[in-house]
């Protein structure tokens, strides 16, 4: 009797579990649970912790923390460093995005065409992304150094360079900026070109056909067909490009740390220099969040084209 | 408006002969359907004739010029694919005008085209919907509004009544012969489907592994088919085989049909038939079963109009005769068409 009984419990137990995985308004959040939790330690936390630290006192060896309001941003905004490493976030930013666009559409195209040895070049494609990025930084320093730069050693032997007139890559303001843009680009390209190429895979291959039939022009095909199909997931490419570059340091830490003269200083970096290295945690979190209302506000607009878009 | 002509046409992926020395000439203004089973290379035939795919041998000849080296948008076609593949991020009327203005077609002319185009199949009404906001007969007819707005002289079909359902794959099929017969444009239409086959086509090319097995008119395939090959893939159900010494006897289901049922009994070859199994189809009654005495457990059908009035019952043995002018005789071998001769 009593086993009987333990028989007809055991499934009723087990069917009571059952019950909630079927459920779908229990089922979603259990399996959600973890990357909320994740987001929220990882990411939500520190973040919470950045926007209280902008509109306190706190810094490095002091032990108080108290309320300032805006004073931080106040007293920092208006300094010509600050100015100056606002406005290159912006180039830096836009430049290497609209390259990186570019170029990114330009080698997925030909990475679509069947060719012999088509893994190898992917293969290629895809290792400025696996590489750990400061090595692959450290390489480019060797490549732009003033004295080693093979970008030299080779222009001099081609006789188009004189020893006397090289060119200091990461020296000179200009080419300062242009050397972090383009290893920058060379260290977005692949995850765009890979993104751009899994929305060209996803057209099907009969509406090229019906566009090439039609009579499209190689530009009014790809700028009224592909184009637009791939649209939505060109958006999405464009705002994690945009939001990277526009918070990401790594190559300029590596590369020129701001130099010369600020003249590639981001407001990344400059928080870092300032909160960091110089002990001001406060000002540096207010220079940290600065752009986040903008990157929250470009984030939404894009996110809604790339919606409104959406063919099906 | 245009003859299409191939000759020796191949394509080949690696080992797979898909097209496999393909010889066609179209008549002026021809309705020509190219039937054949699925993966027989009836698509890649249409492809290499669009431009779209380069044939591994042979010539492709569009009014008398030779093609293989012309981009589609040089040869004067238009294609309806099997998906439609309408652009799904415009709107119906840019889908249509899209051919015109890719032909640099002036700007004032467009609507007024597009208009026309629309107005023969009906979808006025349907110039500012996206694709995905019509059903898919209205798909459909953009499609082919798409493919006429051009005036091409060559209309190339393929399957684009495949994805519609049955009732409304009918009347599509007929509006699409009307039309084809207004605008008399040279047309190829690939299908796998016979009832298609036989109610479209000025004539039929039925294709096999690759190669054209017979080209005809629908009557002419139906009634004197080439080989076994067509005999069998035509008619529903497909015509009765029979060995005899030295060669094959065909006759279709609805010529074997009870003795009494027969107008004149002259000329008749008198069959034991089994019923094993009756199938009423409203208009007409499938009989299957097997054949007595002569051909010992032969397989055979008979298909009876219901205007036949003999009585017929499963599980009996009956007197059934074939007239024998409705034989047809092929090769044992090659399963080609032989003379006739005495059953
Ligand atoms: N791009 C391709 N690559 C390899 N094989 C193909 C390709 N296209 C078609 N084939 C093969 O060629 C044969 C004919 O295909 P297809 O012309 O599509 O037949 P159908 O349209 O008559 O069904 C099939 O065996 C198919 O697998
Ligand atoms: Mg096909």
Redesign the pocket.
Known sequence: MATLERDLRAPAAGRRFGFVLDRPEWLGPLMIAPAVLYIVAIVGLPFLLALYYSVSDISMGRRTLGFVGLKNFISVIPTSKFQTSLQNTFVFAIVSQVLVIILANILALALLKEFRGKWVVRLLLLLPWVAPISLGTIGWLWILDSIYSVINWTLEAFGLITADGWPMYLGKPYLAMGSVITVHVWRLLPLATVIILAGLTSIPKDIHDAAQVDGASFWRHHFQITVPLIRPILLVALLFGLVFAFTDMVVIFVLTRGGPYDTTQVLASLAFFTGIQGGDLAEGAAIAIFLFPLLLAVAFVFLRIARRSEVT | MAIVETRDVRKH??D?H??DGVNLTTKEGEFLVLL??????????LRMVAGLEDPTGGEILIGGQVVNDLPPRARKIAMVFQSYALYPHMRVFDNIAFPLRAQGVPRAEIPHKVEWAAGLFGIEKLLHRKPRELSGGERQRVALARAVVREPAVFLL?EPLSNLDAKLRTSARDELQQFQRRIGTTTIY?T?DQVEAMGLGDRIAV?QG?KVRQIGTPQEVYDEPADTFVAGFLGSPPMNLLEIPDCLVGFRPEHFLPKEAHESRDGLLALKFHISRIEYLGADRLLYGALEGKFPDTKVISKLASTVSTPVQPGKTQDFAVREKDFRFFDRETGLRTRPRPV
């Open positions: 992926f690696g797979v898909a097209v054949g089973p699925s993966g027989c290379g009836k698509t890649t035939l393929d690939v796998h294709m690759g």
